[in-house]
């Protein structure tokens, strides 16, 4: 499961991305209805539901500052709102690599991606570990 973040709201980012995703692709907002969603609850949100991958676009909420945990991936892209149609495309680049292919390679990630590198952290190792692409 792909979960966008409040700021990705867009129909037409999250059906660009049911294009090529075959799993089930939907909002933050979707996993708690009718109330609005401070960043400390999304790891809370994210664990009631199987190895979600969330992504967002305001990386400095979460890059370095949210902890790693093995139910879920958070991806965070350094784009501003005007990008957001670029996502898909990167995210499924991301996704291409061996590091971040299945989901149980990715759960316990947090990934910051730019436009030519990768960078990420895990559970219980604060190491950032940086892979280039693209």
Request: a positive charge; charged letters at 25%.
């Amino acid at each position: 499961m792909i979960v966008l973040d409040e700021h990705l709201n867009a129909e037409s980012l999250k059906a660009a991305i049911a294009r090529w995703y075959p799993g089930q692709v939907t909002f933050i907002k979707k996993l708690r209805l009718k109330t609005l969603i401070d960043d400390d609850a999304i790891p809370s949100l994210l664990q009631q539901v199987k190895q979600p991958t969330f992504v967002a676009i305001n990386w400095t909420d979460f890059w370095k500052v949210m902890p790693a945990d093995n139910h879920f991936c958070i991806i965070c892209f350094t784009m501003e709102i005007e990008e957001v149609a670029e996502i898909s495309a990167l995210l499924r680049q991301v996704l291409k690599l061996a590091r971040f292919k299945t989901k149980n390679s990715r759960m316990g990630l947090v990934v910051r991606v730019t436009k030519n590198l990768v960078q990420y952290y895990r559970v219980n190792d604060p190491q950032i570990y940086t892979l280039k692409f693209n």
